[in-house]
């Protein structure tokens, strides 16, 4: 009968975080994806460096157009070049307060947010083809329904010459205890899977892609290891 009771905790301590998840589910991202971020800072600025240095689509110099998937607390904005015009794409609107404190503790107000398009991924309502620089997304690829087709949007929306720079934690298949342990918290993390990114991210439909490997050497975040990063672009 011990194991019944055991289950039974087991099941009641779920549910519970589950419900607070819900409840707070904003706060509690805010704060989760702000430490991740604080410990992937030096890998991140140096991939966005590489990535927009890629960036053939602006030849006349103007104000790069960017696209954002997956806003959440607008963690990249202190890398998105000077002056730059940025769309903003989420499926819901809970994290705008976030993103304005980002943009002022960023000292970013020469960017232009020149749209909120709450839209899921996979369609990219409003948005044209080939009218995009750059297009960035950071551990989002786990939460759509459908990651081909946020694939297949990304590249759409791209112009000629454009960059889609990502970053994503991935499924780890060379280390059986973090796996085991990544399937254990998966119920945890509402919309969030662990897949192979190394996978998904060669799926794609980029005409040329650059893909590397990070470990975040952080005992209490080691379950999002390892983190797939790189950038795709359109010919």
Same mark, same amino acid.
């Given at each position: 009968?011990?194991?019944?009771?055991? *289950?039974?905790?087991?099941? $009641?301590? @779920?549910?519970? &975080?589950?419900?607070?998840? !819900?409840?707070?589910?904003?706060?509690? =991202? %805010?704060?989760?994806?702000?430490?991740?971020?604080?410990?992937?800072?030096?890998?991140?600025?140096?991939?966005?460096?590489?990535?927009?240095?890629?960036?053939?689509?602006?030849?006349?110099?103007?104000?790069?157009?960017?696209?954002?998937?997956?806003?959440?607390?607008?963690?990249?904005?202190?890398?998105?070049?000077?002056?730059?015009?940025?769309?903003? *794409?989420?499926?819901?609107? $809970?994290? @705008?307060?976030? &993103?304005?404190?980002?943009? !002022?503790?960023?000292?970013?107000?020469? =960017? %232009?947010?020149?749209?909120?398009?709450?839209?899921?991924?996979?369609?990219?309502?409003?948005?044209?083809?080939?009218?995009?620089?750059?297009?960035?997304?950071?551990?989002?690829?786990?939460?759509?329904?459908?990651?081909?087709?946020?694939?297949?949007?990304?590249?759409?929306?791209?112009?000629?010459?454009?960059?889609?720079?990502?970053?994503?934690?991935?499924?780890?298949?060379?280390?059986?205890?973090?796996?085991? &342990?990544?399937?254990?918290?998966?119920?945890?993390?509402?919309?969030?899977?662990?897949?192979?990114?190394?996978?998904?991210?060669?799926?794609?439909?980029?005409?040329?892609?650059?893909?590397?490997?990070?470990?975040?050497?952080?005992?209490?975040?080691?379950?999002?290891?390892?983190?797939?990063?790189?950038?795709?672009?359109?010919?």
């Amino acid at each position: 009968m011990v194991w019944f009771y055991v *289950l039974g905790g087991f099941i $009641l301590v @779920l549910v519970t &975080l589950q419900c607070l998840m !819900k409840i707070y589910f904003g706060a509690i =991202l %805010n704060l989760i994806m702000n430490f991740i971020h604080s410990n992937i800072e030096t890998v991140k600025a140096k991939l966005f460096d590489e990535a927009i240095s890629k960036i053939k689509s602006n030849k006349k110099n103007d104000r790069l157009e960017i696209l954002e998937l997956g806003i959440g607390t607008g963690e990249n904005f202190r890398h998105f070049p000077k002056g730059s015009n940025v769309t903003i *794409l989420d499926k819901t609107d $809970l994290f @705008l307060p976030y &993103l304005n404190e980002s943009i !002022k503790k960023n000292n970013r107000n020469d =960017l %232009n947010v020149s749209k909120l398009v709450v839209s899921k991924a996979e369609e990219m309502v409003g948005i044209e083809s080939d009218s995009m620089d750059l297009v960035v997304h950071t551990f989002i690829l786990c939460s759509v329904d459908d990651y081909t087709k946020v694939m297949n949007q990304v590249y759409r929306v791209l112009k000629p010459g454009g960059v889609c720079i990502f970053m994503e934690h991935s499924i780890d298949n060379e280390n059986k205890k973090r796996k085991i &342990l990544q399937k254990f918290i998966e119920p945890l993390m509402g919309d969030c899977k662990f897949l192979d990114m190394k996978k998904v991210l060669n799926s794609g439909p980029y005409d040329h892609l650059e893909l590397k490997k990070y470990t975040v050497n952080r005992s209490l975040i080691t379950f999002i290891n390892p983190v797939v990063y790189g950038y795709g672009s359109k010919s």
